[in-house]
């Protein structure tokens, strides 16, 4: 995948670069979410906010879904509560599987087409690379969150530039 | 600024559309810093954290020194224990000189530099490319942790995708 072209024009980082920045971040998420003790991955919050699981049920909305649409163009409704059974084995699993269709996807976006204008989920508007952008910083804004709940709950969390 | 050769020959992004991508979250973690209660931005912290003001000095410690070794060359050390004097205030001046500092800056790296290997602050190896998205990714990342202690003070945070 790594086109050696791509460097040479000047390319700020190529398609393959972003997948695996964006994948690097989905493994050192799911150390998160591996790392919480499964009854308070789906009960503790702070100041009000939503449980981990319920962010994760968000990350897991937008990534797939959001690429299917970057590929195929059609439009979706955005449907971010997923039934998780309060099994954590069950959010990891859902994770995986989305982590093979994304880099199967990923193939499917032409080079060219990063800097198109869409509308994602049927309201949100911006290039192809600003939507997938906001999927990984999304992550990580929701990812940060999580360390705090652990740290609430005297959980170490893993490493932030971990992305092994 | 914007090349339209970039945008041609497939650009998955622009230089200036990274630097604007800084600093559209620079201006989000700007209002966060404002959302602060003054007193509870150097003391308030959960399981044992930094306040937010400390993770914010990290943050300036990154965004300029990072740039200028990118620019320069030259290696410094990472020093990331600033005086604020607990001022809300001197945090946000030094914060609007940094945003200056990083657009002069910016301008200084050639596009094909960003696929260069580097070493900063000593210690930490990859391209320029990897070095920006991390000195953005840890700005989310304790932006988002930001977040979670205003939500426990009983504060309505900005909103994510707000980055005017």
């Known amino acids: 995948m790594e086109n050696i072209t791509e460097n ?15 994948q690097g971040h989905r493994r050192s998420t799911r150390k ?10 789906f009960t503790h919050t702070i100041g009000g ?7 994760v049920s968000e990350l897991l909305a937008i990534a797939v879904p959001g690429l299917k649409e970057i590929v195929g163009g059609n439009t ?12 954590k084995a069950k959010i990891l699993e859902l994770w995986d599987e989305a982590t093979v ?6 193939q499917q976006i032409a080079p060219e087409r990063f800097q198109e204008y869409i509308k994602l989920f049927g309201q949100y ?3 192809v690379q600003s939507s997938l952008f906001y999927f990984i910083d999304n992550e990580i804004h ?8 652990l740290r ?4 170490e969390p893993p490493l932030f530039y971990d992305r092994d």
Chains 1, 2 share one sequence.
């Open 8 to 22: 040479k024009t000047g390319q700020v980082i190529t398609p393959s670069q972003l997948l695996e920045h964006w």
């Open 76 to 87: 979706s409704e955005f449907k971010e509560d997923m039934d998780f059974g309060n099994s």
């Open 142 to 149: 929701h990812r940060g969150q999580g360390y705090v709940y």
């Open 101 to 106: 269709e994304i880099d199967a996807l990923w």
């Open 49 to 55: 906010m939503r449980p981990f699981s319920a962010m």
């Open 125 to 127: 508007e911006g290039t």
């Open 152 to 155: 609430s709950l005297g959980v």
């Open 32 to 41: 998160v979410i591996a790392a919480f003790p499964e009854k308070e991955l």
